[in-house]
Every structure is written in C-alpha cells, then in structure tokens.
Nanobody, 124 residues
Framework: VQLQASGGGLVQAGGSLRLSCAAS????????MGWFRQAPGKEREFVAA????????YYANSVKGRFTISRDNAKKTVTLQMNSLKPEDTTVYYC??????????????????WGQGTQVTVSS
C-alpha cells in the first residue's frame, strides 16, 4: 500500500487548506485512515481519524471544530479540510492507514502504512 499526501502550502492565520491522501497498491476500503503531524524536535501526534465507512470520526482536541476528515472509497482518497488555521498548526502532516477493523485508534504504532508528509505553514 502506498499513500501520497498533498495539498500543503503557505497560508495566513485564519485561512484554510485542504490536504489529500491518495492510496494505491493493495489497498482496502476497510482500512481506517488517520492524519498525524510532527513538528521538528517533537513527537508525531494524532490529528484526526476516520473509519472505513466514514461513519465515525475522531479529532484531537487542538483541531476539533476547525478540521474535518472525510474519505471517498471509490477514489481511494482521504481529505483533511483545515479551517481557521493557526500558526501553531505549522508542521508536516502525514496520512496513515490502519488495517484494524474496529474502533478508531490514535497511536502511531497502531498504523500500518504511512505517506511521505506534506508541509503546512501558517503565517501570523
């Protein structure tokens, strides 16, 4: 399974960006998908996750109400809509896939496949 993240860029505080993650290879629509982010010198942290059906989502408290995760299984894509961006959202964002079919998981080690990351920079 290969994951390709895109959509990062430079935006002013209060602005919006839309990240996409395209899956290829031996993918499965039953995978849960997640977004994580990692700033230099810090541990990678959970941002949002979505179940295989799209019926369940979960967000980190820091992004709740501002970010929205969605998926299109027919297109094998997962999207993270980021609104009301803050300078502290500046970092590299990664998409990931979890083969576990069950409740959404939040830990890095629980995810099986990772994309290469896309840089998001929010200027103040």
């Amino acid at each position: 399974v290969q994951l390709q993240a895109s959509g990062g860029g430079l935006v002013q505080a209060g602005g919006s960006l839309r990240l996409s993650c395209a899956a290829s290879g031996r993918t499965s629509s039953t995978y849960s998908m997640g977004w994580f982010r990692q700033a230099p010198g810090k541990e990678r942290e959970f941002v949002a996750a979505i179940s295989w059906s799209g019926g369940s989502t979960y967000y980190a408290n820091s992004v709740k109400g501002r970010f929205t995760i969605s998926r299109d299984n027919a297109k094998k894509t997962v999207t993270l809509q980021m609104n009301s961006l803050k300078p502290e959202d500046t970092t590299v964002y990664y998409c990931a896939a979890d083969r576990y079919v069950g409740s959404l998981r939040l830990e890095i080690y629980e995810y099986d496949y990772w994309g290469q990351g896309t840089q998001v920079t929010v200027s103040s």
